[in-house]
């Protein structure tokens, strides 16, 4: 997860970046996006699990699962903001539309989904290697998350939730 800390500096510091700028940052964000799924997802599962054995009603099913819910949302947000970016980066390449104007709040959505998986990750005191540029992504995370419009994501990609 070591390639979040480039990702994050590129996409918020970039002086003239170019599509090539972008795809690496975008590769990079979704990398990162990728390994915090398979690490969380045997987790939720167990989750998921112990709230089926433990609840008998539908209400405190929902009241159980709903920890969980800041993951999955941040992941859905982070994957739907990467597939929304690889259409800017696409059309960009293509000389076609605003370019890095139209590619930044993208990538600050990916950074704010995983800002939100991390947060849960802590909330929930769960043992997943986070690497050192969490550190980092501490600071930039409130950055991200003014720049990034889930609206817009949901509005190119479809329901995020």
């Known amino acids: 997860m070591r390639r979040i800390a480039p990702f994050l500096a590129l996409m918020l510091l970039a002086c003239d970046p170019t599509p090539d700028d972008a795809q690496r940052a975008l590769s990079s ?43 999955r949302y941040g992941v859905r947000l982070a994957r739907a903001a990467a597939f929304v970016g690889q259409r800017a980066v696409d059309t960009w390449r293509l000389g076609a539309g605003p370019g890095w104007a139209a590619f930044l709040p993208i990538g600050a959505c990916v950074v704010h989904g995983v800002t939100l998986i991390v947060s849960a990750i802590r909330g929930l005191g769960l043992e997943v290697e986070l690497a050192d540029a969490v550190e980092w992504l501490d600071g930039v995370g409130a950055i991200a998350a003014s720049l990034c419009d889930p609206a817009a994501i949901e509005a190119a990609e479809g329901a995020v939730r």
Do not use: K
């Open 29 to 71: 964000g979704a990398e990162v996006v990728q390994e915090l799924d398979e690490a969380l997802a045997p987790l939720v599962s167990q989750g998921a699990q112990r709230c089926d054995a433990e609840t008998t009603t539908r209400e405190d099913h929902l009241e159980c699962l709903e920890p969980w819910t800041p993951v």
